[in-house]
């Protein structure tokens, strides 16, 4: 294939089974650089699986995956943590280092073998702290903290690394109302202001609304009744693209068997259970 869209995340014909049962089939798609992308899809349809694909973690048993035009599997690891940031859905915390530490490890990828974290990179490590909120932490044990502000802490590392590439597995799942809105609308000024491109999976269809350039909108390959009557190969995706044109009651009902009301509320659009 041509490295026609050079700049982004092209995922291409990407199928991946555990044992015998088939999550993702054929998926393709074409992340744009810069832009805020939405992973959507109920529980088990395969959006963790995704996001470890895109960043080298599982290989797929067909596809590939390219960055800025270059297949991942020809990336080494240094190269592939300079250019990727991973928030994992969920935070282990098994060694008391201090939540500066945690940060400062981020890092890593721009340090030569061998190297101490210096003056410079303590400093981005703060200011990283500083832009999530939590800089009151930083000589805290990461282990003696909340598992929202675990969260906190583990994007604030991803900012430290400071990647072109972030990925973000339910960014928001412990956090509090105020610090949900204030991530994301943070993430979102990063992205614009720095080119960074985001593909993150949310749960809330009312935050991909708000804060998406993009929504992906997957469902689970085998689960839903309706699947017995759809013809042909098994898809994931329902639909990709503009926010407001995935969500449509028809495009939700399809991917999590749910009924909803679209209301516009100040020139904005809100989804509610039926
Ligand atoms: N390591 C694994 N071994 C076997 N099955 C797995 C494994 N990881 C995930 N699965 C299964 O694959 C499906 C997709 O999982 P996942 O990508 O985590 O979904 P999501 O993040 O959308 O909730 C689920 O049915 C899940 O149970
Ligand atoms: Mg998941």
New binding site residues.
């Given amino acids: 294939m041509s490295t026609q869209s050079a700049a982004g995340i092209t995922v291409e014909d990407v199928t991946l089974s555990?044992?015998s049962?088939l999550?993702l089939a054929s998926v393709s798609l074409a992340l744009r650089r810069g832009e805020v992308i939405t992973l959507l899809?109920?529980?088990?349809?395969?959006?963790?699986?995704?996001l470890k694909i895109i960043n080298g973690l599982l290989h797929p048993s067909r596809g590939r995956v390219c960055i800025n035009g270059k297949e991942i599997t020809r990336m080494g690891q240094a190269e592939l943590a300079r250019l990727i940031g991973y928030v994992p859905?969920a935070q282990r915390s098994s060694f008391p280092f201090s939540v500066l530490d945690i940060v400062l490890t981020g890092r890593m990828p721009h340090l030569s073998v061998l190297a101490q974290p210096g003056e410079d990179d303590v400093n981005r490590s703060l200011r990283a702290l500083e832009l999530v909120g939590v800089s009151h932490l930083a000589s805290r044990p990461y282990t003696q903290i909340s598992g929202g502000e675990r969260q906190l802490v583990m994007i604030a590392r991803a900012l430290a690394q400071e990647p072109g590439y972030l990925l973000l597995?339910e960014p928001t799942s412990y956090l509090d109302f105020k610090n949900q809105i204030h991530v994301l609308k943070m993430i979102r000024g990063i992205a614009r202001s720095q080119e960074m491109t985001v593909v993150m999976?949310l749960h809330d269809p009312n935050h991909a609304l708000m804060f998406s350039d993009e929504i992906v909108l997957?469902r689970?390959l085998f689960g839903l009744e309706g699947m017995a009557e759809r013809q042909g190969l098994p898809r994931n995706l329902v639909a990709v693209g503009d926010p407001l044109e995935v969500m449509t009651p028809e495009n939700i009902k399809d991917a999590y068997g749910v009924d909803v009301e679209v209301l516009e509320v100040k020139g904005r659009r809100i989804l509610l259970p039926a």
């Fill in positions: 555990y044992g049962s999550v899809g109920p529980n088990g349809c395969g959006k963790t699986t995704l859905q597995d999976t997957l689970k």
